[in-house]
């Protein structure tokens, strides 16, 4: 099983940035990011597949985060500008099963701890 661990989260103001990024053990595997934020179900964000860099984003996020990986690092990345309150949340990484322009699908058999990203004046 893949080991991930999530860094980066923080408090930011709303405008501002972020960069989050996911360690793995292994790297081998299309790789998202999901975001739960209290009271509500944990929810896609992006997602990139393992070689050719195809990649997916939830409406709410387009235009504003962009998803890479660097496999010789074994690290995903994930920009997020232009942050908005709603964009609150426990953030993960999680390994998957199928990334594409449309849509993805599990199996999400590898999840790290999350990071918190606070987006507050």
């Known amino acids: 099983q893949v080991q991930l661990v999530e860094s980066g989260g923080g408090l930011v103001q709303p405008g501002g940035s972020l960069r989050l990024s996911c360690a793995a053990s292994?790297?081998?595997?299309?790789i998202g990011w999901f975001r739960q934020a209290p009271g509500k179900e944990r929810e896609g964000v992006s997602c990139?597949?393992?070689?050719?860099?195809?990649?997916w984003y939830a409406d709410s996020v387009k235009g504003r985060f962009t998803i890479s990986r660097d496999n010789a690092k074994n690290t995903l990345y994930l920009q997020m500008n232009s942050l908005k309150p709603e964009d609150t949340a426990v953030y993960y990484c999680?390994?998957?099963?199928?990334?594409?322009?449309?849509?993805?699908?599990?199996?999400?058999?590898?999840w790290g701890q999350g990071t918190q990203v606070t987006v507050s004046s």
């Open positions: 999680a390994t998957i099963g199928i990334c594409s322009r449309t849509y993805y699908t599990g199996p999400f058999r590898s």
């Open positions: 990139i597949s393992s070689s050719d860099g195809i990649t």
């Open positions: 292994g790297f081998t595997y299309a």
